[in-house]
Structures are given as structure tokens and as C-alpha cells.
């Protein structure tokens, strides 16, 4: 048998170049793709394959910004689902292609996930006094003064991005029927604990699992009950109130879950029901009247929910808008809630209509809705 090299030296040196040719102009046809074309491929491809897209050649790297400014094109991101816990490994659920990606973040191993904002997760371990922020995509990591050891927040969120000298992190539990808040601001040492009671003081307030959400300064949680909380931080004793809602006596006796979201200029609130359909409710709140009002559309919102993080987003694609997605799953399958049929689906536009089949949906009640962004913060993890 002849060998490839003793094939090749039967060639001509004028065929030889012409197959040289022929392998350029195949390797150039990937690197001579319309920039149109690119922008498409590009709009789909999920952030963990980003910065091998721009690896691709010259021509893939100028069709895709900077990592840095990705936060300026809506169009590359997309809430995912963090998935994390002690016996699985650390996962990302895309939402839109129903696909789960499985990641090494070492960092996220033995620890409980706060609260995501402005790209940056708010993480604690050990005994829960232990607290530092961390970037999931680029894994830069930022140390903040202990949890003093005699307090315990039930809930704890932050303002801005921990680079920013404007962010404020804020813990909140109940004692005794009142709101203890502990704060600390960016490049403090100490936190400061403060105690704050309602006039309401008959009316006990117990906080839902969902963390509270910042509004024009001020703070909105939501009680077990539907109740709504509001809070100044750093505002006068008399700056926490309790607003009395007067939800259907079935409804009341029958809420399961309380999940509270800004979206737009609106506060909205979302309820999920006991009972086999597991009924799901959305509210806006009434500033003048501070009660929930019922909304049966969403239009072209889409609500992502969970205890430690709520986002909505404007979809611009078709069929995403009025629906909820949930850290719910029915075998492999990502769960949403569509207010247009009132019932649960699967991504195969399955409607899950069996009250065993909607009660047996798999709840990942720590899982972590993100917003993949990428810090422009390089060299050494930045001091708080």
C-alpha cells in the first residue's frame, strides 16, 4: 500500500497548491460569513459558549462585543435558573431552549445563595454569618464584614453593585411581631442592627420565603398571608408599615406561596393557591390605596420566579410574554405558568392538567434566577 507521503510526491506542484487553495477558501468561508448572520448565530449562543464564539477568528470577534459590554445588548441575555444544592452539582437551566448546563463554580459548593442583583450573587456559609458577594461568570469574588454572631437574617439583599460606593447590603427577620434590619454600607466594618415596630402592633407579620424588593427607596416585603410591609431604611422609627390586604376569605385560607417582583414602574405580587390545579394569581399594587388589584394579563411581561430572586423582563419574542416561569420541572422539562390558559405547561406545550401530575412538579425551592452579565472588574478580587 502506498503511503500518503509517496501519494503526495506523485502530485504536481501546481496541483499541490491548488488543494493548499482549496483548504484556505474552506477554512476562509467560516470567517466570511455576513455580519448579519453572525448577529443571529450570536443571539443564540448561551453565555458559557461566549467567549469561544469570539475565539472563532477575527471576523467572530468583531461580530460580538466585549464581555464587558454585553450589558448593553439585550439581545445576549437571558435569565437563566441557578440550580445548586449539597448532592447535585451546579447547573443552569436556560428557560427559553429548555436546556440545563452543568458548570464548575467551586465557589458555589456547601453555601446559601441570598440574593442575585446587578450581576453579582449574595452568598453565605458556614454558620451563616460568613458573607461575600460573587460574580458566577467570572468567578471574581468580594469579602464583607461578618453577620454579627447573636443576629440571624431570614432575608438579605442589597441595593447596587458591590463595586459601586452607593451599595448597601440589608438583612431582615422578626422578633417578637417586630422588624429588625441590619445594614451596612460599602467600605463599613460594622454592621449597624436596627429595631423597627408597626403602629399596627396587633396585626402580626410573618415575611414569606421571597425576598423583599427595593422601589424608589423604599422597601416592599410580602407576609405569609399577603400582607404588604413597607420600610425607609435609615428613615425614622415610625418608617415601617404594615398594610392590611383584604384578599378573599378562600383564597386567604388556601395561599401557599407569596412572591413579590418589580416590573416597569409596577409592583406586582404573585400568589400560588393550594388545591389539585395550584392556581396562580397575579396582583398590582394601588399606590393611592396601597391594596392589591388583580390583573388576568401580563401582555408582553414575562415574570420569573423565586424565593431568593423575581425578575421581569419585556419579551420581544413571540409567545414568551404572559407567562410565569417557576424553579419548577416535570422530569427534565422547565415549567411555566401561562395566565392565557390558566394551567401549567412544558416547553412541549404540553398542559399539565392532572391534579397528581401538577402536584408531583418537581420544586427547586433554592434555586436562583440570574441575569448573565460580565463585570468589568479584572486583576485582583476588589475590596468592599
Same mark, same amino acid.
Given at each position: 500500500?502506498?503511503?500518503?507521503?509517496?501519494?503526495v510526491?506523485?502530485?504536481?506542484?501546481?496541483?499541490i497548491?491548488q488543494e $493548499?487553495r482549496?483548504?484556505?477558501?474552506?477554512?476562509d468561508?467560516?470567517?466570511s460569513?455576513?455580519?448579519?448572520?453572525?448577529?443571529?448565530? /450570536?443571539?443564540?449562543?448561551? #453565555?458559557?459558549?461566549?467567549?469561544?464564539?469570539?475565539a472563532?477568528?477575527a471576523?467572530?470577534q468583531r461580530?460580538?462585543?466585549? /464581555? &464587558?459590554l454585553t450589558?448593553?445588548?439585550?439581545?445576549?441575555q437571558?435569565?437563566c435558573l441557578?440550580?445548586?444544592?449539597?448532592r447535585?452539582?451546579?447547573?443552569?437551566?436556560?428557560?427559553?431552549?429548555n436546556?440545563?448546563?452543568?458548570?464548575?463554580?467551586?465557589?458555589?459548593?456547601h =453555601?446559601?445563595?441570598?440574593?442575585?442583583?446587578?450581576?453579582?450573587?449574595?452568598m453565605?456559609?458556614? !454558620?451563616?454569618?460568613?458573607?461575600?458577594f460573587l460574580?458566577?461568570?467570572t468567578k471574581v469574588?468580594?469579602?464583607?464584614?461578618?453577620?454579627p454572631?447573636?443576629i440571624?437574617?431570614?432575608?438579605?439583599?442589597?441595593?447596587?453593585?458591590?463595586?459601586?460606593l452607593?451599595?448597601?447590603?440589608?438583612?431582615?427577620?422578626?422578633?417578637?411581631g417586630?422588624l429588625?434590619?441590619?445594614i451596612?454600607?460599602?467600605?463599613?466594618e460594622?454592621?449597624?442592627?436596627e429595631?423597627f415596630?408597626?403602629?399596627?402592633?396587633?396585626?402580626r407579620f410573618? /415575611?414569606?420565603?421571597?425576598n423583599?424588593?427595593?422601589h424608589?427607596?423604599?422597601y416592599?416585603? $410580602?407576609d405569609?398571608?399577603?400582607?404588604l410591609g413597607?420600610?425607609?431604611p435609615?428613615?425614622v422609627?415610625?418608617?415601617?408599615h404594615?398594610y392590611?390586604?383584604?384578599l +378573599?376569605?378562600?383564597?386567604?385560607?388556601?395561599?401557599?406561596?407569596?412572591?413579590?417582583?418589580e416590573?416597569?414602574?409596577d409592583?406586582?405580587?404573585?400568589?400560588?393557591?393550594?388545591?389539585g390545579?395550584?392556581?396562580?394569581?397575579?396582583?398590582?399594587l394601588?399606590f393611592?390605596?396601597?391594596?392589591?388589584?388583580?390583573i388576568? !394579563? /401580563?401582555g408582553?411581561?414575562?415574570?420569573? =420566579?423565586?424565593?431568593?430572586t423575581?425578575f421581569s423582563?419585556?419579551?420581544?419574542?413571540?409567545?414568551?410574554?404572559?407567562k410565569i416561569?417557576? +424553579?419548577?420541572?416535570?422530569?427534565?422539562?422547565g415549567v #411555566?405558568?401561562s395566565?392565557?390558559?390558566k394551567r401549567?405547561?412544558?416547553?412541549?406545550d404540553d398542559?399539565?392538567?392532572n +391534579?397528581? &401530575?401538577i402536584?408531583e412538579l418537581?420544586?427547586?425551592v433554592?434555586a436562583?434566577?440570574? $441575569? +448573565?452579565q460580565?463585570?468589568?472588574?479584572?486583576?485582583?478580587?476588589p475590596?468592599w
Amino acid at each position: 500500500m502506498m503511503s500518503k507521503a509517496i501519494l503526495v510526491s506523485t502530485l504536481s506542484s501546481s496541483e499541490i497548491h491548488q488543494e $493548499l487553495r482549496d483548504e484556505k477558501k474552506e477554512d476562509d468561508s467560516w470567517s466570511s460569513l455576513p455580519e448579519e448572520l453572525l448577529s443571529l448565530m /450570536l443571539s443564540r449562543v448561551y #453565555f458559557s459558549d461566549y467567549p469561544r464564539f469570539r475565539a472563532t477568528c477575527a471576523s467572530w470577534q468583531r461580530a460580538s462585543p466585549p /464581555l &464587558e459590554l454585553t450589558l448593553h445588548y439585550p439581545k445576549y441575555q437571558s435569565p437563566c435558573l441557578l440550580l445548586h444544592g449539597l448532592r447535585r452539582a451546579i447547573e443552569f437551566f436556560n428557560p427559553m431552549y429548555n436546556i440545563t448546563y452543568k458548570t464548575d463554580i467551586s465557589e458555589l459548593s456547601h =453555601i446559601t445563595v441570598y440574593s442575585f442583583n446587578h450581576g453579582w450573587l449574595l452568598m453565605g456559609s458556614g !454558620d451563616g454569618h460568613h458573607t461575600f458577594f460573587l460574580d458566577p461568570f467570572t468567578k471574581v469574588k468580594i469579602e464583607i464584614p461578618n453577620i454579627p454572631s447573636n443576629i440571624t437574617f431570614s432575608k438579605i439583599c442589597f441595593t447596587s453593585s458591590p463595586t459601586c460606593l452607593d451599595c448597601m447590603v440589608i438583612g431582615f427577620t422578626i422578633i417578637l411581631g417586630d422588624l429588625r434590619v441590619g445594614i451596612i454600607k460599602h467600605g463599613e466594618e460594622k454592621w449597624t442592627i436596627e429595631d423597627f415596630r408597626s403602629s399596627q402592633f396587633w396585626l402580626r407579620f410573618h /415575611l414569606s420565603d421571597c425576598n423583599p424588593i427595593l422601589h424608589n427607596g423604599w422597601y416592599y416585603c $410580602l407576609d405569609t398571608a399577603g400582607n404588604l410591609g413597607v420600610l425607609k431604611p435609615e428613615s425614622v422609627r415610625d418608617s415601617w408599615h404594615i398594610y392590611p390586604q383584604r384578599l +378573599p376569605w378562600k383564597l386567604r385560607d388556601t395561599l401557599r406561596q407569596c412572591f413579590i417582583v418589580e416590573s416597569n414602574e409596577d409592583i406586582l405580587s404573585v400568589f400560588v393557591y393550594c388545591g389539585g390545579d395550584r392556581r396562580v394569581c397575579v396582583y398590582k399594587l394601588d399606590f393611592s390605596k396601597m391594596v392589591w388589584e388583580r390583573i388576568e !394579563d /401580563l401582555g408582553n411581561r414575562t415574570l420569573y =420566579i423565586s424565593n431568593t430572586t423575581s425578575f421581569s423582563t419585556n419579551s420581544t419574542i413571540r409567545g414568551m410574554g404572559n407567562k410565569i416561569f417557576f +424553579p419548577k420541572f416535570n422530569g427534565k422539562d422547565g415549567v #411555566f405558568y401561562s395566565l392565557a390558559s390558566k394551567r401549567y405547561h412544558t416547553y412541549d406545550d404540553d398542559a399539565c392538567e392532572n +391534579p397528581r &401530575e401538577i402536584k408531583e412538579l418537581k420544586e427547586f425551592v433554592w434555586a436562583t434566577w440570574v $441575569l +448573565p452579565q460580565f463585570a468589568s472588574v479584572s486583576g485582583e478580587d476588589p475590596k468592599w
